[in-house]
């Protein structure tokens, strides 16, 4: 028979040292996943009728890394324009214009390298204003609010074309209400 005070026991790991581990490895976790998407709140109504003020969304931050905006992605972008605590606006729009459209918009409707551009999601079901044969900067998008009425958006010169370097992502999923989860 051994003495049990001449053999080694294997302690099991205190429960600060296991809780510790645990909080080490959710923290890498959440750092991954914060890498690749961002959660979102839609604040104003120049999305309308697509998003809503509330809404909850998930923005891929990776979504450009190897390919350019498409016609039709709902973007998140840093804007000059500033909040009532004096920091800069990120913004909400779909992109319209591609570096070197040239687009019109005229009698309600927009025209893009001078076809007509079809634009069901839209709240009025027309785009207010006059813009005549302007091109599009290379490196630059032209945006616009699915809300056109309200929306401060590529048409003013408050916002302007959007810079590829301002864009901080994709609208990919909505997550709130959960009733109108969907892929954007």
Do not use: C, W
Request: charged share 20%.
């Amino acid at each position: 028979m051994s003495d049990p005070s001449t053999t080694t026991q294997k302690r099991p790991p205190s429960v600060t040292v296991s809780l510790l581990k645990d909080i080490l490895i959710a923290a890498i976790i959440a750092a991954a996943i914060l890498f690749f998407i961002r959660p979102t709140i839609v604040k104003q109504t120049s999305m309308q009728p697509t998003l809503n003020p509330n809404d909850y969304l998930i923005m891929y931050k990776r979504a450009y890394v190897h390919h350019q905006p498409q016609r039709g992605d709902i973007i998140i972008f840093q804007s000059q324009l500033l909040d009532d605590r004096g920091r800069e606006k990120l913004l909400i729009k779909r992109v319209i214009g591609l570096p070197g459209d040239t687009l019109t918009i005229t009698d309600g409707k927009v025209y893009i390298n001078g076809k007509e551009y079809d634009e069901p999601y839209l709240k009025d079901g027309y785009t207010p204003g006059e813009i005549y044969d302007y091109t599009v900067p290379d490196g630059q998008y032209f945006v616009m609010g699915d809300n056109r009425v309200v929306s401060v958006d590529s048409r003013s010169s408050e916002v302007g074309t959007v810079a590829a370097s301002a864009i901080k992502g994709r609208a990919v999923v909505r997550l709130y209400p959960f009733n109108q989860i969907t892929k954007l």
